[in-house]
């Protein structure tokens, strides 16, 4: 059968910066259906209209290939079957979208959406009627299962598959999961444009030293319960990992073939399984690959430690992140339910100063029940602990986590949901502590603190790593400091008044 898989156009927040990097999950499916015997095509409408920008009604804009392109490189293609992704909800209009574009030029041609957003809604997705399908959790054998169903004509219940035919197919398990993930064939990053990644040079993070630059993702699934995480929707708890052996093949795969220079791990928890980790980076010295390599996604902060992270750093680590959250304990137990021990975070910093490799980290607020001081807590942690890039976002009450359904109850958030709210820069919950336009001010105040903590401390890194994000994306990086100066100059103001009463001021 022919097949069209599609990345949608993606849509952008003002202060959003575009960012192209090839989109693995349908290179995985992509590669697997060319195995079953199937004439397989990848569409990836963000770098091949990375520069075609349209602005949409509720002031967002639209970036990538335009009606009329998309609609011709459809009727080009001529597929039977064509598989959207939907990976985060606020993308969910846009590939919505597309469906609709493709049942205008045939009303025959089977469309199915995957990732996070259908996984966690497949029943809402299929309200609208130019969607046949949803694929829950991965996508590669449940894909392959399914066009057997189309091409004898079954349409047969498939698991992992939801149709209006069989609309009370049964959730993905553990078990149906692939165990085996070396079973699985090498992402058909041939069937994608990778030129054009790396001529546009816009990468996941944007911490780039060397190009050609990509990315890769050698494991699935995490133990952890977050309660604002939605990828177990897709990938489930259970740590599974390619091996060591088939990691170190694929990196010699990018050198090879594309001449690759410096690779992004974009694994939720690449350093998990420690043995495994050891071996890789060996494996990176042995075969000198010499690649630079960074870690955009975070990872397992209680996996690190000294002996490992000098390792990391002489296989061409040079950068990692990692996921901090929060700086109060209760908040880490009770409301987020994250496996982190902040006495370890200190040591991990010392070890990456030490090895001489740069470390960022993530921090979230505006959980339910987190008090204002315990958010100005986070803040001044995130300041003192020297990390050279701090991001501090928003608790956004994703379809299938824990606070969405607790926001949903409690009516925390609007109802119904703008998905295309739904972005952790956004913040959309209102609690009896504060309100959500409240908790935006504070963060990006606490975020303009922490850019004149660096332009002070460390004016020249600063300012060239200002330069470089303006010149990627001018509009977008300059709103975003216009906005943070006014957030830190209204927000001093207002604290100097409170202060002045004699009230004791909660936010930094």
């Not at 039977?80 to 030029?105: D, E, M, P, T």
């Not at 497949?122 to 130019?130: F, G, K, M, P, Y």
């Not at 069937?191 to 911490?207: I, Q, T």
Request: hydrophobic share 40%; with cysteine.
């Amino acid at each position: 059968m022919r097949v069209l898989l599609v990345q949608p156009p993606y849509d952008l927040f003002p202060d959003d910066e575009r960012q192209a990097m090839p989109p693995l999950g349908l290179a995985y499916i992509a590669a697997a259906l060319e195995q079953a015997g199937h004439d397989v095509a990848i569409l990836d409408c963000v770098v091949e209209g990375f520069d075609d920008l349209r602005l949409l009604a509720d002031g967002r804009r639209r970036c990538g290939l335009q009606d009329q392109e998309l609609r011709r490189r459809l009727t080009d293609f001529g597929p039977q079957v064509v598989g959207v992704s939907c990976l985060f909800s606020a993308q969910a209009q846009s590939a919505h979208y597309v469906c609709a574009l493709v049942k205008a030029i045939d009303p025959a041609i089977v469309t199915i959406m995957g990732g996070a957003h259908p996984s966690a809604l497949a029943h809402e997705v299929l309200i609208d009627s130019n969607v046949d399908a949803v694929c829950l959790g991965e996508g590669e054998m449940a894909m392959v299962d399914f066009l057997k169903t189309i091409a004898d004509g079954s349409r047969r219940e498939t698991k992992g598959i939801i149709t209006r035919q069989n609309p009370t197919n049964a959730r993905v398990t553990a078990s149906d999961l692939v165990q085996d993930l070396d079973s699985l064939p090498m992402p058909a990053r041939h069937l994608l444009p990778m030129n054009l990644y790396f001529k546009h040079k816009a990468p996941h993070g944007g911490v780039v030293r060397r190009n050609p630059c990509t990315n890769l993702i050698t494991s699935r699934g995490c133990p952890a319960r977050c309660s604002f995480c939605s990828i177990h929707t897709v990938w489930g708890r259970r740590f599974r990992s390619h091996s060591s052996t088939r990691v170190l093949d694929e990196l010699e795969h990018l050198v090879r073939d594309y001449g690759v220079r410096e690779v992004q791990f974009e694994d939720d928890n690449l350093t998990l399984n420690k043995r495994r980790m050891i071996e890789i980076c060996r494996g990176m010295i042995d075969r000198k690959l010499d690649l630079l390599w960074t870690t955009p996604n975070g990872v397992a902060i209680w996996a690190l430690d000294e002996p490992l992270i000098a390792l990391m750093r002489k296989s061409g680590c040079y950068h990692i992140t990692i996921a901090v959250e929060s700086a109060s304990d209760r908040v880490l137990r009770d409301l987020i339910n994250k496996p982190v021990n902040l006495t370890h975070v200190p040591r991990v910093v010392r070890a990456c100063r030490k090895a001489g490799m740069g470390i960022s980290a993530f921090f979230v607020v505006g959980f339910p029940g987190e008090t204002k001081k315990e958010i100005a807590q986070t803040f001044d942690y995130a300041m003192s602990m020297g990390a050279d890039t701090v991001n501090f976002f928003t608790a956004t009450p994703y379809p299938g986590t824990r606070l969405y359904r607790e926001c949903s109850e409690r009516q925390l958030m609007p109802s119904p949901v703008d998905f295309a709210s739904l972005r952790i820069g956004q913040p959309i919950i209102t609690t009896p502590d504060w309100t959500a336009q409240e908790l935006g001010g504070m963060v990006r105040a606490a975020q303009a603190r922490f850019y004149l903590h660096m332009a002070l401390k460390r004016p020249n890194r600063f300012l060239l790593a200002m330069v470089k994000k303006i010149l990627r994306e001018p509009r977008g990086m300059s709103r975003r400091l216009v906005d943070a100066g006014s957030s830190l100059i209204a927000h001093s103001l207002g604290l100097n008044k409170r202060n002045s009463a004699g009230k004791l001021a909660t936010t930094p």
